[in-house]
């Protein structure tokens, strides 16, 4: 339970403050309202920053991925948010999806469609715009390289065939999988994917490499043509 709506943090017991309870719980005690209190710093003359960044959580439903998606302007609208504060949020949590990146190993052996969304969605995730990405993988299926072909707009980006076989045959590549992602949320395909998975594939067809899936990320689903049945 928090103390007083009216007092100030610094007049807060230690063990209360967010800083404090941090150097003395360790960060796994915290809250994801006090972790951002601790970002902004301070709150405004109403209200304190735990109580702010409570208010930051419920306006995105207190889902930190559609926290993720607000761009600097949408944080801005809070009363007591200014561009800094604003700055701060947005920059921890794309090191957080980063993070998310970073941990993904690049030599992965990708055995299913489930495997393989796990794999891209550090890439594609959050984001409110279309990108267009490709692995290429050996004969085990062990991935060797993992690059973004295109980057678009907000319903669509232009797929470059010539980028993606260019990049297969420098790589020796045995398969590929095609992804991308409808910053909408629905991973639903539209005539226009099926239309070009089905062109990428018979491409691929001519140099013998084998296209396993095109999978489509949407909000915590995806799409995959593999499983459908349409690859």
């Avoid at 796990?118 to 959050?126: K, M, S």
Wanted: with cysteine; hydrophobic share 40%; aromatic share 6%.
């Amino acid at each position: 339970m928090y103390p007083q709506n009216n007092l100030p943090i610094k007049s807060w017991a230690e063990e209360d403050r967010p800083r404090e309870k941090l150097l003395l719980k360790g960060k796994n005690a915290l809250s994801n309202a006090e972790l951002i209190a601790i970002l902004i710093g301070s709150g405004s003359r109403k209200q304190t920053a735990v109580e702010l960044a409570k208010e930051i959580l419920n306006g995105s439903e207190n889902n930190l991925n559609k926290l993720g998606k607000r761009s600097i302007n949408d944080l801005m609208e809070f009363k007591g948010i200014g561009e800094a504060k604003a700055i701060s949020i947005v920059a921890a949590l794309e090191l957080g999806r980063r993070r998310k990146s970073t941990e993904t190993v690049v030599k992965d052996q990708i055995t299913s469609s489930q495997h393989a969304y796990q794999f891209i969605l550090p890439y594609l995730e959050d984001l409110q715009h279309e990108e267009f990405w490709m692995i290429c993988m050996n004969k085990r299926n062990i991935v060797t390289k993992c690059t973004q072909i295109s980057r678009g707009g907000l319903d669509s980006t232009i797929i470059d065939v010539k980028i993606i076989f260019a990049t297969a045959i420098k790589e020796v590549a045995n398969s590929i999988m095609l992804f991308h992602n409808h910053p909408a949320g629905t991973p639903h395909p539209s005539n226009a994917d099926t239309k070009e998975t089905r062109r990428i594939v018979d491409a691929a067809k001519l140099l013998d490499i084998k296209v396993l899936d095109h999978i489509i990320v949407g909000d915590n689903q995806y799409y995959s043509f593999a499983d459908d049945g349409l690859i």
